[in-house]
């Protein structure tokens, strides 16, 4: 089941609490899924059971909590043991949904974009955790919400939130600095200081998980149409984007299971 946060604070960074149980688990079409590089932030919290996690030459299984703030390259997930878990989807801005609840940089999480939950949190994760796994299930929303409010601090919200709400980061750049005003320099700074990456590097990443989404789901093999409705150059430009994030081609992506594909799409 999908379910949005009640409180403001958390709405604003947080799209949905995605609480899965076992037979939610075992009704998806495969249980080995990758991941690729995005600029959603996630975070899975497990409940019951464990996962084995391949990523950047590590193999390790376990039952820890996981946040994804930034992947840098491909990730293989096998939830084939795994009962019972929540997934936290924060809002697809980067690591600036994630630093009004975390006390770091944009430097330190980009460094550490993938660690486990309560090496970000401390040791409050743990005690959520634990406290998660006997609750109520009508209470788990509430609770999780409680949660993030308590770690909620407002001076860390910067530009880029503050420009999510008045222009759409969907918009090219040209639109974006002349709704703003700025040059692309200053855009460049706080893109930066506030998603760890550059504005063209983020907008690339949010075409790039636009056209994964609707080629996982589709099964669309005209490469033509996703040359046209997201303004790649050509047939040859978009290929190559897609081997450049994923390592495959789109003729290989179209067979292969990957999260977001099952990811719900909720906003």
């Known amino acids: 089941m999908v379910y949005e946060p009640q409180?403001?604070?958390v709405q604003k960074h947080i799209d949905h609490y995605w609480i899965l149980s076992a037979s939610?688990?075992?009704?998806?079409?495969?249980?080995?899924?990758f991941a690729y590089p995005g600029i959603t932030p996630d975070m899975i919290i497990v409940l019951d059971g464990h996962y084995s996690l391949s990523y950047q030459g590590k193999n390790f299984r376990s039952n820890r909590g996981l946040l994804?703030?930034?992947?840098?390259?491909?990730?293989?997930?096998d939830f084939s043991s795994l009962k019972r878990c929540i997934v936290v989807k924060f809002k697809s801005r980067a690591i600036s949904s994630l630093k009004p609840f975390i006390?770091?940089?944009a430097d330190t999480i980009?460094?550490?974009s993938v660690a486990f939950t309560e090496d970000v949190f401390g040791f409050g994760m743990q005690r959520l955790n634990d406290y998660l796994k006997a609750c109520d299930p009508k209470l788990l929303v509430s609770e999780l919400d409680s949660w993030f409010a308590q770690r909620y601090r407002k001076e860390d919200?910067?530009?880029?939130?503050?420009?999510?709400?008045?222009v759409s980061m969907d918009c090219d750049l040209s639109t974006i600095m002349h709704a703003t005003g700025y040059s692309y320099s200053t855009l460049e700074r706080y893109f930066k200081k506030e998603t760890g990456l550059t504005p063209k590097a983020f907008q690339t990443l949010q075409r790039f998980k636009k056209v994964l989404r609707e080629l996982s789901t589709t099964k669309n093999h005209d490469w033509q149409h996703y040359v046209l409705q997201h303004g790649y150059y050509d047939q040859s430009h978009f290929i190559k984007e897609?081997?450049?994030?994923t390592g495959h081609s789109p003729s290989v992506l179209v067979q292969m299971p990957s999260f977001i594909e099952l990811r719900p799409h909720y906003s």
């Not at 994804?68 to 997930?77: N, P, Q």
């Not at 919200?157 to 008045?166: H, L």
């Open 7 to 9: 409180l403001s604070e």
């Open 24 to 33: 939610d688990l075992l009704a998806l079409n495969s249980t080995q899924m």
């Open 68 to 77: 994804f703030s930034f992947i840098h390259e491909k990730v293989h997930i």
């Open 103 to 105: 006390r770091a940089c």
């Open 110 to 112: 980009m460094r550490n």
């Open 157 to 166: 919200e910067g530009f880029i939130v503050e420009m999510s709400q008045e």
């Open 242 to 245: 897609m081997k450049r994030f």
